[in-house]
């Protein structure tokens, strides 16, 4: 059984960091993709960027570039999401999933998908 589970929300203050993580388990092969996603309340999915099992790395929404970077740890089959100069508009359920070896800017084509961790903004 596959399992997806990430960590590392919580509260922090506007300008402040968070490092997400996402570990997953139960794959039968190790080259898989894995995605980061957000969703803040009322608003629509959003694709923050992908890492590929070799490490190539896609970005999706503007607004993180330069603020957010995604890396992995194969060892531990774990992806990290690190935010700095976090903005209050960045509070959103961040979201962690994971596809057979492509990148893809579209929720619905990941196979297992996280219950998602809460990073909340304030001023």
């Known amino acids: 059984q596959v399992q997806v589970v990430e960590s590392g929300g919580g509260l922090v203050q506007a300008g402040g960091s968070l490092r997400l993580s996402c570990t997953i388990s139960g794959l039968a092969s190790d080259d898989y993709a894995m995605a980061w996603f957000r969703q803040a309340p009322g608003k629509e999915r959003e694709w923050i960027g992908c890492i590929r099992y070799r490490g190539l790395i896609t970005y999706g929404v503007d607004s993180v570039k330069g603020r957010f970077t995604i890396s992995r740890d194969n060892a531990k089959n774990t992806v990290y999401l690190q935010m700095n100069s976090l903005k209050i508009e960045d509070t959103a359920m961040y979201y962690c999933?994971?596809?057979?070896?492509?990148?893809?800017?579209?929720?619905?084509?990941?196979?297992?998908r996280g219950q998602g961790t809460q990073v909340t903004v304030g001023s």
């Open positions: 999933a994971a596809r057979p070896t492509y990148c893809d800017a579209s929720w619905s084509q990941y196979t297992y």
